[in-house]
């Protein structure tokens, strides 16, 4: 059984930065593709960015390029995403993923539970 399981959240001002990290167990996540979703209160989940198995191919939301940067480390098991000049609606609960590639996404098999980034002005 995998077992994805989110830190590094918390509260961040407008146009900061933080780290999340996406830690996975099981034997699949350096074959599997890896990505991050966000939901935010009242609004559907939405892609935020996926990652390919061997971490040589990323792609991203429109809303976050150029501003995020997911990387994985297949040694340690362990999915990142560098967030960068947060805007203020961005608050959310982020959401790691391990899956399947689906054309330039990821269709998720597991799900973390979730890492709370506030937004403070």
């Known amino acids: 059984q995998v077992q994805l399981v989110e830190s590094g959240g918390g509260l961040v001002q407008a146009g900061g930065s933080l780290r999340l990290s996406c830690a996975a167990s099981?034997?699949?996540?350096?074959?599997?593709?890896a990505g991050w979703f966000r939901q935010a209160p009242g609004k559907e989940r939405e892609f935020v960015a996926v990652i390919r198995c061997d971490g040589n191919g990323t792609y991203y939301a429109h809303s976050v390029k150029g501003r995020f940067t997911d990387s994985r480390d297949n040694a340690k098991n362990t999915e990142y995403l560098q967030v960068s000049s947060l805007k203020p609606g961005e608050a959310a609960v982020y959401c790691c993923?391990?899956?399947?590639?689906?054309?330039?996404?990821?269709?998720?098999?597991?799900w973390g539970q979730g890492a709370q980034v506030t937004g403070s002005s």
């Open positions: 993923a391990e899956g399947l590639p689906k054309g330039w996404g990821i269709r998720p098999v597991y």
């Open positions: 099981g034997r699949t996540f350096s074959t599997s593709a």
